[in-house]
């Protein structure tokens, strides 16, 4: 079945940073754009950053352009999210999906927390 496992969240001080990963299965992972996107508390979800199937274009959130770096490794069907310059308002639970959410409803991961707090 198709599975997206999200990793790496975790308490940071605000500026520092966190690495998440999302490890994908059950689908031709390399043929899908994808996307990282996030709920806050008491918040929709809001879209963060995407890239495309091959990895050579990326787009993102003007809240968190210049802060965070999408990438992927097709060949370990994993998507990434590089997070610097963490600030409070980062603070939610983050999803890795396809760009179009385009996968059944019940592809989408746990999630994993991201705590920006001093």
């Known amino acids: 079945e198709v599975q997206l496992v999200e990793s790496g969240g975790g308490l940071v001080q605000p500026g520092g940073s966190l690495r998440l990963s999302c490890a994908a299965s059950?689908?031709?992972?390399?043929?899908?754009?994808m996307s990282w996107v996030r709920q806050a508390p008491g918040k929709g979800l809001e879209w963060v950053s995407g890239?495309?199937?091959?990895?050579?274009?990326?787009s993102y959130a003007d809240s968190v352009k210049g802060r965070f770096t999408i990438n992927r490794d097709n060949a370990k069907n994993t998507l990434y999210l590089q997070m610097n310059s963490l600030k409070p308002e980062d603070t939610a639970v983050y999803y890795c999906?396809?760009?179009?959410?385009?996968?059944?409803?019940?592809?989408w991961g746990p999630g994993t927390q991201v705590t920006v707090s001093s």
């Open positions: 999906n396809t760009f179009r959410s385009d996968l059944p409803d019940n592809a």
């Open positions: 059950g689908f031709t992972f390399s043929s899908y754009a």
């Open positions: 890239i495309n199937s091959g990895g050579g274009s990326t």
